[in-house]
């Protein structure tokens, strides 16, 4: 069975600065998705940014990049340039290819100080 | 375009009777997704409908819990005879097809409040 782990429940970091959350997971597959999704105090749940695990280039959106490492089953999402809406809880998610489970990690709770 | 709606936002049932949670997918969409997300948790899957089929419930509790999603009208959630535990935010995401990949689109969630 897939697993997902997000070893920091809380993060802090102050405006304009870089932060970097880690994830790591656990499948035997070789081929899935990996995404990171936002959760701001309205609750709504925003997708990010996402990775083909066959894809070697590390994926980019904006202010925010990951750093995968297939081998050592990482995903960490690096947001650049912390803007105060950044403020929430970010998940990590696993999702094997054929599949429809998003399988989450627990979330770390990202704090971005003026 | 309306993304995918669901409602009510909030929920408080006394232990003992039904909960029914209700969610409209995105225009053009016809798979639909549960998940529950427990206090200070992730998300878990609970069940994945196409219209009028049930495709996948592995995550559903095998008590008390049903969905379904008709030809016409939203996809329904419903929980009978609700505990305590129950009380959680439950997210509704939908896609065009399986096996997107993409991730989906969510709602805004329900929370169902058990009293």
């Known amino acids: 069975a897939q697993t997902v782990t997000q070893s920091q429940p809380e993060m802090s970091v102050q405006e304009a600065e870089t932060v970097t959350l880690s994830c790591t997971y656990d499948?035997?597959?070789?081929?899935?998705?990996l995404f990171w999704y936002k959760q701001p105090p309205s609750r709504q749940m925003i997708l990010v940014i996402r990775?083909?695990?066959?894809?070697?280039q590390n994926a980019t959106e904006n202010r925010f990049s990951v750093n995968f490492q297939k081998a050592a089953k990482s995903f960490s999402l690096k947001i650049s340039d912390s803007q105060l809406g950044d403020t929430a809880m970010y998940f990590c998610?696993?999702?094997?290819?054929?599949?429809?489970?998003?399988?989450f990690g627990t979330g770390t709770r990202l704090q971005v100080f003026p | 375009n309306a993304g995918v709606m669901q409602n009510p936002r909030h929920l408080v049932r006394r232990r003992g009777q039904e909960a029914r949670l209700r969610c409209s997918p995105m225009?053009?969409?016809?798979?639909v997704y549960w998940y529950r997300q427990l206090p200070e948790e992730g998300l878990k899957f609970m069940v994945y409908?196409?219209?009028?089929?049930?495709?996948?419930e592995s995550g559903m509790p095998k008590e008390r819990f049903s969905a379904e999603f008709p030809k016409e009208g939203p996809s329904i959630l419903r929980i009978q005879q609700v505990v305590r535990g129950d009380s959680a935010a439950y997210f509704c995401?939908?896609?065009?097809?399986?096996?997107?990949?993409?991730?989906?689109?969510f709602g805004s969630g329900t929370r169902l409040t058990v009293v």
């Open positions: 998610a696993f999702m094997k290819h054929r599949t429809d489970k998003l399988i």
């Open positions: 225009k053009g969409h016809s798979h």
């Open positions: 409908l196409q219209k009028e089929n049930i495709i996948d």
């Open positions: 995401a939908s896609s065009r097809s399986r096996d997107e990949n993409y991730g989906y689109t």
């Open positions: 499948t035997s597959e070789n081929n899935y998705y």
């Open positions: 990775q083909e695990a066959y894809k070697q």
